[in-house]
């Protein structure tokens, strides 16, 4: 450990006092993660039950650091692959990767942070990291015992390691080509330039990035979202109203929003709907008619957008298909770092026996994960039930 640093509260209910946070970080801190801004952080908590809680350090308007929440009520799952339990309800104060310092090379600022937030949450709430880079200074500290973030809370990895999938984006679909491995990047441009040639002048990609274009793409993609299994198995899908077109809108407000909808035939089959803040496009929901397929229309609908990225010459440097790796967007990325989600447990009794459960549960579930992968089953009752939630 290095440097000490007082860390403390900074009074975020005032839209003065959030309004001149967010400037002084982006002023003064290195901020490029769109959660790691507090106005849009607010954007995302305007809801009953949802509010933004901020840990600065630094002395007056000079910051050298800031860990912002989103702090809402929710419950801790203990599952077993896909099937829930038991759950336990809960505050949950959630922070992207960890806090910003201006310099990630100081790790007892960083530390320091911990101490304080143990002293500001509730006793039964519990903190998510998610994102966290496994070659970074946050996971460092994770597995730092003598840190006063162990010492503070029991570290909980949740879920397995994964590989976050990015596009080093240098302008051009060509280039974009060139950097993957070369029989990617030729089997990508044949699968694009067959769907073209197959239904020239019958298939349309439309863009919507205006407010009033939130309602439109979302009544264009809604009928595709309504296909995925994603939809039918785990009720994850698109809707008109509701909490995701608030957040839609408020984000096209700022001119961060940007969806797609690819038509053949006038008819919808996939979607794609993301935010750029920065140089930064975050590739947040996709989704196609399972009808379509065969025709391998998710890598096609990528290469599609990727053609607009180009054509509107907007000054994306990355493109980040977020949490979560599959082959998909492992093949079709050329930046790809390993990453983990992590719950901190308040140190108590009870903190001992929540994390320790939490652990059991998550050893067991992985365990039989492996098991039915080892036999060839996991894969083929995951087909099973896709193909049975879509038909």
């Given at each position: 450990m290095?440097t000490k640093?007082q860390?403390?509260?900074w009074?975020?209910?005032?839209?003065?006092?959030?309004a001149?946070?967010?400037?002084l970080?982006r002023e003064?801190?290195?901020i490029v993660d769109i959660?790691?801004d507090?106005?849009w952080?607010k954007?995302?908590?305007?809801?009953?039950?949802?509010r933004?809680?901020?840990?600065?350090?630094g002395?007056?308007d000079?910051?050298?650091?800031?860990?912002p929440f989103e702090v809402?009520?929710?419950?801790?799952d203990?599952?077993?692959?896909?099937?829930s339990l038991?759950?336990?309800?809960t505050a949950?104060?959630?922070l992207e990767?960890?806090?910003?310092v201006?310099s990630?090379?100081d790790?007892?600022?960083?530390?320091s942070c911990?101490?304080?937030?143990?002293?500001?949450?509730?006793?039964s709430?519990?903190v998510?990291?998610?994102?966290?880079p496994l070659e970074g200074?946050m996971?460092?500290?994770?597995?730092n015992?003598?840190?006063?973030?162990?010492r503070?809370?029991?570290v909980?990895?949740?879920?397995p390691e994964y590989?976050?999938?990015?596009i080093?984006?240098d302008?051009?679909?060509?280039?974009?080509?060139?950097?993957?491995?070369?029989?990617?990047g030729?089997?990508?441009?044949?699968?694009w330039r067959?769907?073209?040639?197959e239904?020239?002048?019958?298939h349309?990609l439309?863009?919507?990035?205006?407010?009033d274009?939130?309602?439109?793409?979302?009544?264009?993609?809604i009928?595709?979202?309504?296909?995925?299994y994603?939809k039918?198995?785990?009720?994850?899908?698109l809707e008109?109203?509701g909490?995701?077109?608030?957040e839609m809108t408020s984000?096209a407000?700022?001119?961060?929003?940007?969806?797609?909808?690819?038509y053949?035939?006038?008819?919808a089959?996939?979607?794609?709907?993301?935010?750029?803040?920065?140089?930064c496009f975050y590739?947040?929901?996709k989704?196609y008619?399972?009808a379509?397929?065969?025709k391998?229309?998710g890598?096609?609908?990528g290469?599609?957008?990727?053609?607009?990225?180009?054509?509107?010459k907007?000054?994306?440097?990355?493109?980040?298909?977020?949490?979560?790796?599959?082959v998909?967007?492992?093949?079709t990325?050329n930046?790809?770092?390993?990453?983990?989600?992590?719950?901190?447990i308040?140190?108590s009794?009870s903190?001992?026996?929540?994390?320790?459960?939490?652990?059991?549960t998550d050893?067991?579930?992985?365990?039989?994960g492996d098991t039915?992968?080892?036999y060839?089953?996991?894969?083929?009752?995951?087909?099973?039930?896709?193909?049975h939630?879509?038909?």
């Open positions: 290095t640093a860390w403390r509260p009074d975020v209910t005032d839209a003065h006092e959030l001149r946070l967010a400037g970080a003064q801190l290195p959660k790691h507090v106005e952080l954007e995302l908590c305007n809801r009953p039950g949802k933004v809680f901020a840990l600065t350090c002395a007056g000079a910051l050298s650091g800031i860990a809402y009520p929710s419950h801790l203990f599952t077993i692959g896909e099937i038991f759950s336990k309800r949950k104060y959630v990767i960890g806090p910003v201006a990630s090379a790790e007892g600022v960083l530390d911990f101490a304080a937030l143990r002293g500001s949450i509730e006793p709430a519990v998510f990291l998610e994102g966290v200074p996971a460092t500290l994770l597995n015992p003598a840190s006063d973030l162990r503070h809370f029991h909980v990895p949740h879920g590989l976050r999938c990015r080093d984006w302008g051009t679909v060509d280039a974009y080509l060139a950097s993957l491995s070369k029989r990617t030729k089997d990508l441009a044949k699968i067959k769907f073209k040639e239904y020239e002048g019958r349309e439309r863009r919507f990035d205006t407010v274009g939130v309602g439109e793409f979302l009544k264009e993609a009928p595709v979202s309504d296909k995925t994603q039918n198995l785990l009720g994850l899908g008109i109203g909490d995701l077109q608030d984000a407000r700022k001119g961060y929003f940007v969806g797609y909808v690819l053949v035939d006038g008819e089959i996939a979607f794609d709907y993301g935010y750029i803040y920065g140089d590739l947040l929901t989704g008619d399972p379509w397929a065969t391998k229309i890598m096609v609908l290469m599609e957008l990727l053609q607009d990225v180009e054509d509107q907007y000054s994306v440097r990355v493109l980040d298909h977020m949490y979560g790796g599959d998909y967007k492992e093949r990325s930046n790809k770092t390993p990453e983990r989600h992590y719950y901190l308040p140190r009794v903190g001992a026996v929540l994390a320790k459960s939490m652990i059991a050893r067991f579930s992985r365990w039989l039915l992968a080892k060839g089953l996991k894969d083929r009752i995951k087909r099973l039930i896709r193909r939630s879509v038909s």
